[in-house]
């Protein structure tokens, strides 16, 4: 791995995907305990709209789609506390809408040739500098902001009734979860691509909240498992020439399924213990 590091455009892929597996980390293990990986995706894929706003209008990327997924996360935010029984559709509209906006945006945009599969999955290794320092402050914005409010989000994650008894404003902490994602999402899109934030957001907090026994050991743990899958899969491309992202992407997937063949060993291992314990004891 060294020597793959004398390169500039690796330091900059290996920094943009430890950042990203830091950032993931902490908000995906928020995002996991509260149950809101689909509307994370669904805020994922309505970035695609503001994309498309953007290059219509002629504005900045970032202003675009911050606009556009802020305002979508707002609404699925609204509709998912007032009627949970219909979130789910509402969401799944809004996955679709955002993503046929910034298509038809795109192709009605005078002098623009714009590949969206390049946001759908990103371009780690032509990440600048520039980048860098952008998701450096931001994140650690994102980063100050939730262990601020750390206790309440706590609470708020495992008992909403007795946080609402404790006077933690519940539905406030709810909209800045929300934003805080869709401002996440936005801010790594263009970096690392919408695939492996979702991917990042979700598998590596899934698979550590198995093996911890606190939010704090499973942020810990997640963003660990997020490091490892992206310097691993940053290596690997590296050696057989493939394409970074989808390697990332594959190897998390791969620890994802390694960790449920284990939860299966262990439950089956446990229940042969049971059974031979229960025989001992008549026998």
């Not at 409010?149 to 008894?165: Q, T």
């Not at 049971?274 to 001992?280: A, D, M």
Request: aromatic share 10%; glycine share 10%; proline share 2%.
């Amino acid at each position: 791995m060294i020597e793959v590091l004398q390169f500039e455009f690796m330091r900059n892929a290996l920094m943009a995907g430890l950042l990203a597996s830091l950032i993931c980390g902490v908000i995906g293990s928020l995002i996991v305990i509260n149950r809101l990986v689909f509307l994370s995706g669904g805020i994922a894929h309505s970035a695609y709209g503001g994309i498309g706003l953007a290059f219509f209008l002629g504005l900045p990327f970032m202003a675009g789609a911050f606009f556009f997924s802020f305002l979508s996360a707002m609404i699925m935010a609204a509709v998912s506390t007032r009627s949970k029984q219909r979130a789910d559709t509402i969401i799944g509209v809004m996955w679709a809408v955002g993503m046929a906006v910034g298509i038809l945006l795109i192709d009605i945009t005078p002098g623009y040739n714009v590949d969206l599969m390049s946001y759908l999955f990103g371009s780690i290794l032509s990440v600048p500098r520039s980048d860098l320092l952008i998701m450096a402050i931001a994140g650690g914005a994102i980063l100050l902001l939730v262990f601020y409010f750390f206790n309440d989000l706590l609470i708020m994650s495992y008992d909403e009734e007795f946080a609402l008894v404790r006077g933690v404003p519940v539905r406030r902490l709810y909209y800045m979860l929300i934003g805080i994602v869709a401002i996440t999402v936005v801010m790594m899109v263009q970096v690392v691509g919408l695939i492996l934030v979702i991917a990042l957001l979700t598998i590596p907090p899934y698979i550590a909240e198995k093996y911890t026994k606190s939010l704090v050991q499973m942020m810990v743990l997640s963003c660990m498992l997020g490091m490892a899958f992206t310097t691993g899969g940053l290596w690997i491309s590296y050696r057989l020439d493939l394409t970074s992202g989808a390697v990332i992407i594959f190897l998390a997937g791969s620890g994802f399924f390694l960790s449920l063949v284990l939860d299966s060993l262990i439950t089956l291992n446990k229940r042969r213990l049971t059974i031979k314990s229960h025989q001992e004891m008549s026998g």
